[in-house]
């Protein structure tokens, strides 16, 4: 639902690095918290990129699952919506990987393209 | 023709979230505090709201209220909140893409010149009604609450868990009508517990009055708070 936006944000921010080059690939990190519908993502990234130099770029997601840490040391894989820790049933618990929604990378053509940004 | 690899990292939501520190900026600087009320269709925001004014945020204290109204389309919130004689003002994102299902920072800068900052000490943005979405766009806002109502059921945190982590506060509404669903409040509140630990929850009756007390004062703490820098 709020891929459309998304894409939006991930389309803008490899136009502005493409510098009027020709996109064919464009590589995003798509933490499992963010609940992100991967082929939304794509299809509304695809329909948006229509006429600009992304135009039938590849969208690269890259999954990245999330995981948890308790100040009680223990550290896991979240597989299930719970936030408390497993061990201690406490809720210091911090997130250190699954909230990313990040354009890392973009692979562009060297020759200039004359499609509008 | 070669390719080249270009690093971008790059957050997607960067954008928005610098011009929601500029809105933050600028109503820290009018000494406003602002609370983005969220929650799916039909949760009773308007109706929380409205019983909220007509009763005066705070009774022994005047918290002066102003209301930023967002909705795909149309004014009807905004009439019945404006009877009650606080500054509201009306968002649509229908002139946007296809109508946006959420307010983002620059709908709300948009929106700024429109708003009698200087009569109001809290600025409620309620935000279209949606339990996805809004969750993701961060709008200047000091404080982010839903309302999550009893006849959505017990399992909403697990499905929505951004929405109910982005929240500091929950408030169950339609309490009342308890006595006639199936619904376990209690499995309610340990899915909630389960989502967001730290996230405080008032239990709520927006047509009967039950609790509301309890969320003006939670809107005159906000009011009261500090402005931290975003």
């Known amino acids: 639902m709020h891929e459309l936006a998304l894409a939006r944000g991930i389309l803008d921010a490899a136009l502005a690095h493409a510098d009027g080059r020709r996109v064919r690939r464009v590589e995003v990190t798509v933490g499992a918290l963010r609940q992100v519908v991967g082929d939304s993502l794509a299809f509304h990234f695809e329909i948006l990129a229509r006429g600009t130099p992304c135009e039938g770029a590849q969208l690269a997601q890259r999954p990245q699952p999330a995981r948890l840490r308790c100040a009680c040391g223990e550290e896991w894989e979240l597989t299930e919506p719970s936030f408390r820790c497993g061990r201690c049933g406490g809720a210091r618990v911090s997130v250190i990987a699954g909230e990313e929604l990040r354009v890392e990378a973009i692979e562009v053509e060297e020759e200039p393209c004359t499609a509008r940004r | ?27 820290d600087a009018a000494g406003v505090r602002v609370v983005n009320l969220m929650s799916a269709p039909g949760a009773g925001k308007t109706t929380l709201l409205e019983r909220v004014l007509a009763d005066g945020v705070v ?71 949606n339990l996805v979405c809004p969750a993701e766009f961060r709008v200047g806002e000091d404080a982010r609450a839903m309302i999550a109502s009893v006849t959505e059921g017990e399992d909403k945190p697990l499905k929505y868990p951004l929405m109910f982590r982005a929240c500091e506060l929950v408030v169950i509404n339609k309490i009342d009508l308890l006595p006639h669903l199936e619904l376990s409040l209690e499995d309610l509140l340990a899915n909630l517990d389960r989502v967001n630990p730290h996230a405080r929850h008032l239990l709520v009756s927006a047509r009967t009055g039950e609790g509301v007390d309890a969320f003006a004062d939670w809107l005159a703490e906000v009011a009261r708070r500090e402005a931290v820098p975003a």
Not at chain 2, 6 to 12: E, F, H, M, S
């Open chain 2, 1 to 27: 023709m070669h390719r080249t690899k270009v690093k971008v990292a790059q957050d997607v939501l960067d954008a928005n979230d610098t011009i929601a520190r500029a809105n933050r900026a600028d109503f």
């Open chain 2, 59 to 129: 009774r022994d204290e005047a918290v002066r209220v102003g209301v930023l109204e967002g909705d795909v389309q149309g004014s009807l919130d905004a009439e019945r909140l404006s009877a009650l004689h606080v500054p509201v003002t009306q968002l649509n994102t229908a002139p946007g893409f296809g109508g946006e299902c959420h307010l983002d920072a620059n709908m709300v800068r948009a929106a700024l010149p429109e708003l009698a900052l200087d009569e109001i000490e809290l600025l409620v943005i309620e935000n279209v009604g």
